[in-house]
């Protein structure tokens, strides 16, 4: 960036280097008060010194809304960025990302992500401690599987899961009733489940610790060794909706497929507390449903529709 | 936030001349002409275009890929349904893309494909805008390629 860039345009708003073969961005952007849209595509920007020192210091680190640095080299997000808090959008697109820091949470203004045509494999539930995010695409990645946590995104509008390495999606993906747009297609999703026949049976641990939450033993931290008290902290609820158990560690993997009237069958996976427990969702191919099934049935059938709705092929 | 299909022309009813603007990463899904003729030209960007066999009557499997290829700025394309079915989609992360559709009979319904099963599924296309003006979606029916 040229030397004295502030001093002869204190005023500027926009700036795009996009194109221009950048390695580095100076200390010139520091000094920029009124800057809300950076672009900085398809550049060599990736190595040490891409971002300025000083950044989370800096005027922009609150006047910046749109940052576009997408066909670079970076190989990890620069924490610096992390500290622009009042970015609405980011486009790291077509980098060489391996992964997305936790710390992406700092950045609670953002409404807009752009994440596609990475080597992404994970996604830290930290993710979805973003209440503004509207669009949030990590098309063309390596992604395995999506942390159940996304679904507490309740402005997410659009999603874009192409191409990646998904098998299933977690049940409470159901849970986005504002979302719009999915796409899904690229993935390697699984039609057909075998059902694991071997099951390890709870600890004594685990059986207590049920006991203790399914009956409402009241306890407290001077009752307990400090380590059984967190062990009993972090019970999950068993999302069959007529058991209202809790398990631990041990549950049982069970992927049922939610059909979209014959056009769509989702695989989502559901944790249960013991082989015994019906799954709240059953799929509309079984023939024989029970009265007791009904109720769950109905929400499912209603989610689906919604989801059918939403789905892109 | 996906693909925005934009109207220019409806020649006193005879075709439908669009233009069509795609984001990064933004793909159409697989689908067929309704027996008109479709006419593309890349105005700006490059699209994947990739063309399918029609699924079997009873066929309930993976749809084969025909050929794929990028069409660069200026290039066209054309397809019918004897020819086959076809996606189209912007693969860039870095560059918006825009093309220059022709359908002629003008057509509001086609099938989009599942590209797992060959299942078929009939929607209605909507515009985003119509002849520069933004038109505003009557129901939350799903739109199309």
Redesign the interface.
Known sequence: LPAGLSQWFPALEVLDVSGTGLAEMGTELLSLPSLHTLLA??NRLGGPGSLPKGLGQAPLARSLRVLNL??NRFSEVPPALLRLRGLRSL?L??NRLHSIPPDIQELQSLEFL?L??NFITAIPPELAKLPSLR?L?L??NKIQSIPPQLAQLHSL??L?L?NNLLTYLPREILNLVHL??L?L??NP?V?RFVRDLTYNPPSLQELAGRTVKARNIPYAPSDLPESLVRYLSLASNCPNPKCGGVYFDSCVRQIKFVDFC???RLPLMHYLCSPECSSPFSSASQSSTSQSESDSEDEASVAAHRMQ????? | ??YTRNLVDNGNGKFNLMILCWG??H?S??HDHTDSHCFMKILQGNLKETLFEWPEKKGNGEMTKKSERVLRENQCAYINDSIGLHRVEN????ESAVSLHLYSPPFNACN?????TG?K?KVTMTFYSQFGERTVCVS???DAP
């Open positions: 595509k398809n997408s066909g486009s697109g077509g752009y596609g045509g669009y695409v098309c063309d509008r659009s874009s192409h719009e747009e796409s297609r690229g999703l039609v014959g056009k769509y709705k939403v789905l892109l092929g | 936030f996906r990064e990463g793909g899904s697989i693969i860039s992360h870095t989009t494909f599942d590209q797992r299942h599924h939350m029916r799903r």
